[in-house]
C-alpha cells in the first residue's frame, strides 16, 4: 500500500513538474475549469432569480445537489478518472504496452499517469459551491454527516467505475475522446434533484444506472430528507463497480497492441 | 477589364481551394464518423435533461420570461441544431500548429491558412450535416415533437450562415493568440466558456439581468446564437430592444465584418512574432 502510495505521488509530482512549464496558462485552466464547472449552478441561480423554481426544493437545496455532484466530479477527475483520456490516448499512440510491461497492474499505473492538474479547479469549484449551498441551510447533524459521508464514498466509487468503463471502451473504440460526451451526457441528470424526473426516469438513474448516487442521493441525506430508493442506489453502484472490474479485464484480454 | 477578369481568375482560384480541401476535409472525417454519431446519442440526451427541467420550472407557470414552455423547448432544439452546425475547431487547430511547429507548411503554401481553415471546416461540417445534425432534427420533430421549423426561411437560413463564419472568425482570433502565448488551453476554455454564456447557448439571455442585458446586446457573441435562434423564431428582443429580422440580420453581418477585420490584425502583428519554434 506504502509503495502503491509513493507510485501515485510520484506521477502527481511529474504531471505538476510536466504542467509547469506553461504555468500561466496552467493556471488560467484551473480557474476556467473551476467557472465552466459553475455553468448548471448558474443556470439554477437565473431560473430562481426570474422568479421560478424546481417544485419543492430551495435555491440553495438545488445548489446543494450540484455543489455534491461537482464536489465528487472534482475529487475524480484530477485524481483517477485520468485513466480515461491517458487509455484513449495511449491505445491509440500505441503507448498503452509501457503501462503493460510494468511490474503494477495497467489499470494503476493508467491511474498514476493519468493524473490531470488541471482539474484541480473543479475541485475547488466543486469545494466551494458545496460549502456556500451547506452555509444557507440548517445545519446537519452529526448522524446525517456520517450518513453523506459514506455516501459521498459510494459516490466516488461509481465514479471510479465510470472511469474504469469508459476506459475499457477506449480500449476497443480506437481512438474516441467522445466517451467524455456520453458520461457527461448521461450523468447530467445527477446535478438536478431526482424528483423532478417521471418516474420512469427516476427508477433508471437511482435502481439501474448509477446517476441519482452522484448528487440527489447523498445530498438529500444532508438535507435530512434521503431519497427513495437509497439502498437500490447503492446495490447497483456496487454492483456497477464489479461489472465495471470485468469489464475492464475483459477488454485488457481485447487489447491488440495496434496503436501507433 | 483586365482587372475584372484578374478578379474573376483569383475567384475562381478561392472557389477552387474551397473546393478541393472541403473535399478532402470530408473524406479525411468520413474515417471518424463514427465519433461524429455520438452527437446522435449525445444531443438527444442532453435535450431529455432539458425537458424535464423545464417542464418541472413551468410546473407552475405558463410563460416565463415571455416564453412558453414550449417556446423554451423549442430555444434548446435550435441551440442544439445550430451548435452541430457551426462547431469549430480552428482555435485549436492554429495553436497545435503554432505549438509543434507545423504552422511552418502553410507559410509555403500559396494560400492563405485562414481560408484554408475554413474550407477545412465547410468539408467538416458538410459530413456533420449528414451524420450529426440531419439525425438531431429528426429526433428532435418526431421524438421531441419539436417543430424546428423557421418561421422566415431565407432570412433564418442567411443567419446561419453567418453564424457559422462569425464562429469561426473568433475562433480563429482565441488560435492566433497562440503567436503570443503557444500553449492556449487555458485562454481557450475562458473564451468558449464565456462565448456560450453570452451567446445564449446555456439559458436565453432574457434570463440576465437587465443591466447585463445591455452589456450583451453590444457583444459579437449574441449573434452566434441568440440572434440566429430569434431570427428562426421570427421575432427579436434583448434588453428591451425590439428589431425586425431583416435589421436583426444585418447586425449579424456587420459583426461578421468587425471579427473578420480584428482577425486580420491578429494576424498581420501575430506573424511576425512566428518563429517556428516546435518544428
Redo the contacts between chains.
Keep these: 500500500m506504502r509503495t502503491n502510495l509513493r507510485i501515485y505521488l510520484a506521477g502527481v509530482k511529474t504531471a505538476l513538474a510536466s504542467r509547469m512549464a506553461y504555468r500561466g496558462d496552467y493556471f488560467l485552466s484551473i480557474l476556467i475549469m473551476l467557472l465552466v464547472e459553475m455553468a448548471a449552478p448558474l443556470i439554477t441561480i437565473l431560473i430562481y432569480e426570474n422568479g421560478a423554481s424546481f417544485p419543492g426544493w430551495s435555491m440553495y437545496e438545488a445548489l446543494l445537489i450540484q455543489g455534491v455532484f461537482l464536489l465528487g466530479k472534482g475529487i475524480a477527475y484530477p485524481f483517477f478518472f485520468g485513466i480515461v483520456w491517458n487509455t484513449v490516448e495511449r491505445v491509440r499512440g500505441g503507448a498503452f504496452d509501457l503501462l503493460m510491461i510494468k511490474p503494477k497492474s495497467a489499470l494503476f499505473m493508467a491511474i498514476v499517469t493519468g493524473f490531470d492538474a488541471e482539474d484541480l479547479g473543479k475541485l475547488i469549484g466543486g469545494a466551494t459551491l458545496f460549502t456556500l449551498a451547506l452555509r444557507r441551510l440548517p445545519p446537519p447533524g452529526v448522524g446525517e454527516w456520517l450518513q453523506f459521508l459514506a455516501l459521498f464514498l459510494i459516490t466516488l466509487l461509481t465514479l471510479f467505475a465510470y472511469g474504469v468503463t469508459l476506459a475499457g471502451i477506449g480500449i476497443v473504440w480506437i481512438g474516441n475522446i467522445r466517451v467524455y460526451d456520453i458520461f457527461n451526457s448521461l450523468t447530467n441528470f445527477g446535478l438536478y434533484p431526482a424528483a423532478i424526473f417521471s418516474k420512469p426516469v427516476q427508477t433508471v438513474i437511482t435502481g439501474i444506472i448509477p446517476i441519482a448516487i452522484l448528487g440527489s442521493v447523498p445530498a438529500t441525506v444532508l438535507l435530512g430528507r434521503p431519497s427513495p430508493g437509497t439502498w437500490r442506489a447503492v446495490g447497483v453502484s456496487f454492483l456497477f463497480l464489479a461489472g465495471s472490474l470485468s469489464f475492464w479485464r475483459a477488454m485488457l484480454k481485447k487489447y491488440t497492441s495496434a496503436g501507433g | 477589364m483586365l482587372s475584372r477578369s484578374g478578379a474573376g481568375k483569383r475567384i475562381s482560384h478561392l472557389v477552387n481551394v474551397l473546393k478541393a480541401t472541403a473535399l478532402s476535409s470530408y473524406k479525411e472525417w468520413a474515417a471518424?464518423r463514427?465519433?461524429m454519431a455520438?452527437?446522435v446519442?449525445?444531443g438527444p440526451?442532453?435535450f431529455l435533461?432539458q425537458m424535464?427541467?423545464w417542464?418541472?420550472?413551468?410546473?407552475?407557470?405558463t410563460t416565463?420570461?415571455g416564453l412558453t414552455l414550449e417556446e423554451m423547448l423549442t430555444y434548446y432544439g435550435i441551440t442544439a441544431v445550430i451548435g452541430y452546425l457551426t462547431y469549430d475547431s480552428a482555435d485549436w487547430n492554429l495553436q497545435w500548429l503554432v505549438r509543434t511547429g507545423g504552422f511552418l507548411t502553410f507559410m509555403l503554401r500559396p494560400v492563405s491558412h485562414c481560408f484554408y481553415a475554413f474550407a477545412e471546416k465547410v468539408g467538416h461540417r458538410l459530413l456533420a450535416l449528414l451524420v450529426e445534425v440531419l439525425p438531431i432534427y429528426v429526433i428532435f420533430y418526431f421524438v421531441f415533437k419539436i417543430k424546428l421549423i423557421p418561421a422566415a426561411p431565407s432570412w433564418a437560413l442567411l443567419s446561419l450562415a453567418l453564424s457559422f463564419i462569425l464562429v469561426f472568425l473568433t475562433n480563429y482570433c482565441i488560435g492566433l493568440s497562440a503567436f503570443w502565448?503557444?500553449?492556449?488551453?487555458?485562454?481557450r476554455?475562458?473564451f468558449l466558456?464565456l462565448r456560450?454564456?453570452s451567446a445564449g447557448m446555456?439559458?436565453p439571455l432574457t434570463?440576465?439581468?437587465e443591466g447585463m442585458q445591455k452589456v450583451l446586446f453590444y457583444l459579437p457573441f449574441q449573434f452566434i446564437t441568440y440572434a440566429p435562434i430569434r431570427v428562426f423564431i421570427g421575432h427579436y428582443e434583448l434588453a428591451g430592444i425590439t428589431l425586425p429580422i431583416p435589421q436583426v440580420v444585418a447586425l449579424q453581418f456587420l459583426a461578421v465584418v468587425l471579427m473578420f477585420l480584428l482577425s486580420r490584425i491578429l494576424w498581420y502583428f501575430g506573424i511576425k512574432r512566428f518563429t517556428g519554434v516546435g518544428a
Design positions: 471518424y463514427n465519433q455520438v452527437s446519442f449525445v440526451v442532453f435533461t424535464f427541467i417542464r418541472a420550472v413551468y410546473a407552475t407557470r416565463l420570461n502565448l503557444t500553449r492556449t488551453e487555458g485562454l476554455r475562458a466558456t456560450d454564456l446555456l439559458i434570463f440576465f439581468s
